[in-house]
């Protein structure tokens, strides 16, 4: 009878064991959801078709870029005319013979070009023919008068979507060895004044006085202007938006203030929170990042969400931590699926 109920007590043991290893298990496999990693399954992982399409197509459109790069300038008329037929609706091709044109000082062989591109290339090609409406202008603004500039702005705009032109157009402007700053400034005039309540419109605006015109205090009073203008729900944009740009270009002590107001005034934000996160981790400040990061994944999200931060917040650790560390993110997510 003793053996007996020996064995009955070890069978008993047993199912404890078994009991608390299958809890254990339990949790390690919810902490391992939270912080981003799917359980181990049987047989291949699913293909994303979205991610692989997006990938066919980048590569596609690098051969291409090489293979532009590698074909070499055509240095006569007669070669471009030659590949003109073969490729009417190039804007690639069009751009290049005015640039041909320009390098020889041709400007009104150059104008030639750029009309016939327009009134060859199809209406249903629209990529193409913005693109040759862009280089016209473009090509004005640098060698042509105020008044032919004019002009032509006048009717890309009437033939186009007139804000994606005045986006493009000023951002390109932007980017030449030596900008010229009175027709951009005229540009985002008119958009500012037609487009009062595009978060877009402000948010480039923004990064072209602190970029290009390196003008931080013209910068901050744009966008103390624009939250008065735009309607309470593009603010958060605009703000995130001037906050990394102050990061980057500006005073990066400026940007975190700037997120702390955010992510105060928002707290259930993650994208913002994602944002912030990011900003911080290209900055280097290890104390600081995962103070926040802690903070973050403190909030009250929902799972979603909160598995986002604790994914990113384990990468870091991956990449800058040490195992203890990496234990500490592990035990945090157990916390919170409890």
Not at 116 to 145: D, H, Q, T
């Amino acid at each position: 009878d003793d053996d007996d109920d020996d064995q009955g007590e070890a069978h008993q043991n047993v199912k404890k064991e078994e009991s608390s290893e299958d809890e254990d298990a339990e949790k390690n496999k919810k902490a391992t959801v939270a912080i981003g990693k799917k359980p181990a399954v049987d047989g291949k992982p699913k293909l994303n078709r979205k991610l692989a399409k997006a990938q066919a197509a980048r590569k596609e459109e690098a051969i291409e870029e090489a293979e532009r790069e590698d074909d070499s300038v055509p240095t006569k008329k007669d070669d471009f005319e030659r590949l003109l037929m073969g490729s009417p609706n190039s804007s690639f091709i069009w751009i290049q013979y005015m640039a041909f044109h320009m390098d020889l000082q041709e400007l009104t062989q150059a104008r030639t070009v750029a009309e016939r591109a327009l009134e060859r290339i199809p209406p249903e090609e629209a990529v193409e023919k913005r693109n040759i409406w862009l280089a016209y202008l473009n090509m004005e603004s640098l060698f042509g008068s105020n008044e032919t500039f004019t002009i032509i702005l006048s009717r890309a705009l009437a033939y186009n979507n007139p804000k994606d032109i005045y986006l493009r157009l000023s951002q390109m402007m932007a980017k030449v060895p030596t900008p010229k700053f009175p027709i951009i400034d005229e540009l985002y005039s008119n958009m500012l004044r037609k487009y009062s309540t595009s978060a877009h419109v402000y948010k480039q605006y923004l990064q072209y006085l602190l970029t290009a015109k390196k003008d931080p205090s013209m910068f901050r009073s744009t966008l103390n202007h624009s939250l008065k203008i735009l309607p309470a729900r593009k603010h958060v944009a605009v703000i995130s938006a001037a906050a990394v740009l102050e990061y980057k270009f500006g005073d990066p002590e400026r940007g975190r203030t700037i997120f702390e107001g955010i992510v105060s005034n928002y707290p259930k934000h993650t994208d913002q929170w994602n944002i912030y996160i990011d900003m911080e981790t290209k900055r280097g400040d290890q104390n600081y990042l995962r103070k926040l990061f802690d903070r973050a994944t403190s909030l009250k999200l929902s799972s979603k969400n909160m598995k986002g931060l604790f994914k990113k917040y384990m990468k870091y650790e991956q990449d800058h931590g040490t195992p203890e560390r990496m234990e500490y993110v592990r035990n945090r997510a157990v916390e919170y699926v409890h």
